[in-house]
Structure formats: structure tokens, C-alpha cells
Nanobody, 125 residues
Framework: QLRLVESGGGSVQPGGSLRLSCAAP????????IGWFRQVPGKAREGVSC????????NYADSVKGRFTTTRDDAANTVYLQMNSLQPEDTAVYSC???????????????WGAGGQGTQVTVSA
């Protein structure tokens, strides 16, 4: 079963940036459409962004459009989430997981595969 490992989280001030990485040791990540998700305690997990297998198609939640960018590097077998202009409401545990269809299905939990342990992102002054 695909095993994903996230890294790159941390604490930043509002307006700061972070780049998250999603790796898949022992698996070929380019075979999967990959979504980024986030969750805060007491709230449901939500889809943040998605990138297709080829990298030619992406999708973003309205709340992050223009601030977050997802890319993939097949040579590095890694998917990235570049997060700019971070705000306190972006504070959450971020994880990556396969989307078991096209990126248009990012908002449907029935198409979410199993994600990694996640990485904490904290935005505060």
C-alpha cells in the first residue's frame, strides 16, 4: 500500500512562507494524483490542493488560491506545496494523500486515499 511521508512544516509569522514536501519511499509517486489536505482539531479534514499524475492539471481551495502552489518533481519522486502569505487561519496539520480520480474530485472524501502522518503548520505573531 502506498506510504506517504510529509515534511517541511513549522512555525511562521503571518505573511511568511513554507514549502511542504510529500515523498513516497519505495513507490513511484508519478503514478498517482496527489492531494494536499489539512485538519485542525475538532474540524473535518479539508482538501487544499491537488495535482494530476502528469502535473498538467491542478486544483485549489478558494481559501488558498493565489497563495499556495502545488508542483511535482518526478526525478525527486516528490510533490510539493509552496505556501505563501500564510495567515493564522492556515494553521493546521497538513497531509498528502492520493486522490482516487481526477483533481475535480478533491472535494469528495469518497475519493480520498490514505495519507501520511502529516506535518504541523502554525502561523502566529
Amino acid at each position: 500500500q502506498l506510504r506517504l511521508v510529509e515534511s517541511g512544516g513549522g512555525s511562521v509569522q503571518p505573511g511568511g512562507s513554507l514549502r511542504l514536501s510529500c515523498a513516497a519511499p519505495g513507490f513511484t509517486l508519478s503514478l498517482y494524483t496527489i492531494g494536499w489536505f489539512r485538519q485542525v482539531p475538532g474540524k473535518a479534514r479539508e482538501g487544499v490542493s491537488c495535482i494530476s499524475k502528469s502535473g498538467s492539471s491542478t486544483n485549489y481551495a478558494d481559501s488558498v488560491k493565489g497563495r499556495f502552489t502545488t508542483t511535482r518533481d518526478d526525478a525527486a519522486n516528490t510533490v510539493y506545496l509552496q505556501m505563501n502569505s500564510l495567515q493564522p487561519e492556515d494553521t493546521a496539520v497538513y497531509s498528502c494523500a492520493p486522490v482516487l480520480s481526477l483533481c475535480e474530485r478533491l472535494w469528495d472524501p469518497t475519493f480520498w486515499g490514505a495519507g501520511g502522518q502529516g506535518t504541523q503548520v502554525t502561523v502566529s505573531a
